[in-house]
Structure formats: structure tokens, C-alpha cells
């Protein structure tokens, strides 16, 4: 019984050590970040864009296509999904490997904004994680959806929903129709799989998992994803 509890101390502190040190390295991170240009300042320069769309500009099915597929519990949950990350962790400890992830949409945008070329993947999820409670403490869920829809990565060289609804569909945002939005809504996920100018086939399998999405948390009936797995199934991409 005492070399029990004797282990469990040991992992108790090994545990406590690794966790502090991970926090020190993601603080120092984000320090370095923000002190480089603070949030309020990152913020006003992604919105001063030349491509910048505000949420009111885009079609409804567009953003619910969006939370659907990447976030479905967005506006229920705070910067982080504990039930999300928790469902991560035992799927990757059974698959032994990281296929799954359990970023919220904020944190996401920390990424999109801060993070995005760091190698480091725990200082950086720390980071991201301190970052995204700044986030929700100062913005709102809308608002970080918006600079997320605004700083995310499409492929082919596109950022942003505004440069990816032109460079794919060679027209506004605003003018996107359901079947457009859940296309693009798909492509953030993996853009080097998923854009339509690398592979269409994948990106209609994906685009067919935003509309499951979208049917199972009814922000669409039965007949309305019945069209959309038609249209799909039926539609051609040329660049």
C-alpha cells in the first residue's frame, strides 16, 4: 500500500511539473505574441481589410454550415469544449495517433491570428488556449466567428471567405447559395485535401458531411439535405 501511494505522488508531481513547465513555455509564447501587436490592435487590422466581411453580410446557412461542421456546441460552451477535448483524447489514445482534434472555433481564431507558424504544438496550444479566454472575455461569439470566417485558410493562396468566394466560385459571399456555402464550409478542415482545385472528389465527400451535419443539428430538414446530396452528387468543378 505505501509503494501505491508512493507512485501515485511520484506521477502527482511528475504530472504537476510537466503541466507548469507546459505553462510557462505557452505564456512566454503568448507574451512574445502580444507584445508584438496587442489584440485590440490585431483585431482592427483584420477588420480594415480590403477583404473583410462583416457576418451580416453572409447568408445564414453560411455561418450554420460553418458552426455545424467545426463547432456545433459554439454558442453553448466557452473558449473551451471540455466534452470535446475529452471525446479527442480517447479517440486518439484508441487509434494511437492525433487525427482528432478538440479546437473550439475560438481557439481556431487564436491560431488563424497568432499561432499559426508555430512548430512548438504544446507552447502553442497553451498559447492559443490563454489567448482564446482574452478572446471571450473581450468579443462576442459572433464577433470571434466573424475573425474567424475572416483569417481562416481556404488553399490556393486564400484567406478569408471573401478571397475563397471569388477565387472558387468567382462571385460575393453574399451571393453564395447553400450549396456553395457548405462546399467552402468544408474546405478549412485539410485545404490541400479538400479544396476543389486538388482533388473534387474529396471535396464533395466533405461537403456531404457538412450537410450531415447540418440535417443532425437541424439547422436543415430531410428534404432540403436530400437536394443538397443530389446537387452534390450531380456537380462538376472547373477552375
Known amino acids: 500500500m505505501k509503494i501505491f501511494r508512493r507512485i501515485i505522488l511520484i506521477l502527482l508531481v511528475i504530472v504537476i511539473v510537466v503541466g ?22 490585431k483585431v482592427e487590422s483584420i477588420r480594415a481589410s480590403d477583404t473583410f ?3 451580416g453580410d453572409l447568408p445564414e446557412y453560411y ?23 475529452g471525446r ?17 472555433i475560438t481557439q481556431q481564431t487564436a491560431k488563424n491570428m497568432y499561432f499559426i507558424t508555430e512548430d512548438d504544438v504544446v507552447s502553442r496550444k497553451v498559447a492559443e488556449a490563454i489567448l482564446s479566454f482574452e478572446l ?17 485558410y481556404f488553399g490556393d493562396g486564400y484567406y478569408g471567405i471573401k478571397e475563397a468566394c471569388e477565387g472558387y466560385l468567382k462571385k ?6 447553400i450549396y456553395d456555402a457548405t462546399m467552402l464550409a468544408g474546405i478549412p478542415n485539410a485545404p490541400s485535401i479538400y479544396a ?9 465527400s466533405r461537403q456531404k458531411k ?8 437541424k439547422y436543415i430538414n430531410q428534404d432540403q439535405a436530400n437536394e443538397l446530396f443530389e446537387e452534390i452528387n450531380n456537380a462538376t468543378y472547373s477552375k
Do not use: W
Open 136 to 152: 471571450e472575455h473581450k468579443y462576442s461569439k459572433d464577433e470571434i466567428l466573424e475573425l474567424y470566417i475572416n483569417t481562416i
Open 88 to 104: 479527442a483524447i480517447v479517440s486518439n489514445v484508441k487509434q494511437k495517433d492525433f487525427k482528432e482534434g478538440g479546437s473550439t
Open 196 to 204: 476543389p482545385t486538388v482533388n473534387f472528389n474529396l471535396t464533395q
Open 63 to 85: 455561418k450554420n454550415a460553418v458552426v455545424a461542421v467545426e463547432d456545433h456546441r459554439y454558442y453553448n460552451h466557452g473558449a473551451i469544449d471540455v466534452i470535446a477535448l
Open 210 to 217: 457538412v450537410v450531415s451535419s447540418m440535417l443532425e443539428y
Open 20 to 41: 507548469s513547465t507546459c505553462y510557462v513555455n505557452g505564456k512566454k509564447l503568448y507574451d512574445i505574441k502580444l507584445s508584438e501587436i496587442s489584440l485590440d490592435k
Open 53 to 55: 466581411i462583416s457576418l
Open 172 to 177: 460575393s459571399p453574399k451571393d453564395m447559395t
